[in-house]
């Protein structure tokens, strides 16, 4: 699965600041037609979209477009024009329910495309139907979204998320039981370097994968954060090569540096390893 530490917001009305965008070489750069486009101007957006994804070389970064709401009248249009030019993918804002998700993977799979699809959580009703949405075909990551969360459900924010604890480890949770990358809420007070790296340590510790990004400047710092150490990488490596030596003896617990090893530590070091190799660093 591609690498998905930072998905960059860039308004869908804008090439100039797609082309921003492109030059920072996110992970994931997410075309927008939903918050960062007026009303007025949603059909301009998708033209610009459309002939950015026709003209610019993307490098590295994945193309990715996000729709309005499938509850909105504009999600239709927003398909029809953007599919024929072949995105890399589709960020499906407020998903509800599975029915949303698999409609978007019907009009896809109609315009001839095979891309993934990624589903923001962001409503008290998302969070309520999380199971069968990420169980819905086609998806490749589930994205958390706070700021609309609190908007829908009256809390009110706080700096450490806390308002939101429940549905930030309840996405990631659904996330990996259903095999999916979990993708954390943007960081909004984009100046704040030290706030935005503390919060991805926090969503890496919870077991996000990624972030959403809102400003080029976010980007060095979170492709950091979701990205292994060498001396993690390191560590894991070592353990995966002292189990594989236990397992051939025939053993099963045993101890690595004074502490007891058995199987969910290596899974979670496999998992570093998996981020590494995903990262290009293996």
Same mark, same amino acid.
């Given at each position: 699965m591609r690498p998905r530490r930072a998905l960059l917001f860039m308004p869908g009305d804008d090439?100039?600041?797609?082309?921003?965008?492109?030059?920072?070489?996110?992970?994931? !750069? /997410?075309?927008?037609?939903?918050?960062? #486009?007026?009303?007025?101007?949603? &059909?301009? +957006?998708?033209?610009?979209? *459309?002939?950015?994804l026709?003209?610019?070389d993307f490098g590295r970064s994945e193309r990715?477009?996000?729709?309005?709401?499938?509850?909105?009248?504009?999600a239709q249009a927003d398909l029809a024009a953007v599919l024929p030019a072949r995105p890399d993918g589709i960020v499906i804002p407020k998903a509800e329910?599975?029915?949303?998700?698999?409609?978007?993977?019907?009009q896809v799979k109609a315009a001839g495309l095979d891309i993934p699809l990624i589903? !923001? /959580?962001?409503?008290?009703?998302?969070? #309520?139907?999380?199971?069968?949405? &990420?169980? +819905?075909?086609?998806?490749? *990551?589930?994205?958390?979204?706070?700021?609309?969360?609190?908007?829908?459900?009256?809390?009110?924010?706080?700096?450490?998320l806390s308002e939101s604890a429940y549905a930030r480890g309840a996405v990631v949770i659904h996330?990996?039981?259903?095999?999916?990358?979990?993708?954390?809420?943007?960081?909004?007070?984009?100046?704040?370097?030290?706030?935005?790296?503390?919060?991805?340590?926090?969503?890496r510790i919870l077991g996000y994968t990624g972030k959403l990004a809102i400003h080029p400047r976010q980007i060095a710092i979170?492709?950091? &954060?979701?990205?292994?150490?060498?001396d993690e990488i390191g560590r894991a490596q070592a353990l995966i090569a002292a189990f594989e030596m236990q397992a051939d003896a025939g053993t099963g617990a045993f101890q690595v540096d004074g502490r007891m090893v058995d199987m969910p530590m290596i899974r979670a070091a496999q998992a570093v390893l998996e981020r590494a190799r995903s990262a290009g660093l293996l």
């Open positions: 090439r100039r600041k797609i082309e921003k965008g492109i030059s920072i070489s996110p992970d994931s !750069i /997410i075309m927008d037609l939903e918050d960062g #486009v007026a009303f007025s101007r949603k &059909a301009e +957006a998708r033209m610009v979209i *459309a002939e950015a026709a003209e610019l990715l477009v996000r729709i309005n709401a499938v509850s909105t009248p504009f329910s599975s029915e949303q998700v698999a409609s978007v993977a019907a589903a !923001i /959580i962001e409503s008290a009703r998302g969070v #309520v139907h999380l199971r069968e949405i &990420a169980a +819905a075909s086609g998806l490749a *990551a589930l994205c958390f979204g706070a700021e609309d969360l609190a908007g829908d459900t009256g809390a009110i924010r706080q700096p450490d996330a990996r039981a259903f095999g999916l990358q979990a993708i954390d809420t943007p960081f909004v007070a984009f100046t704040d370097e030290d706030g935005l790296t503390a919060e991805a340590r926090s969503a979170l492709h950091g &954060a979701f990205t292994p150490e060498p």
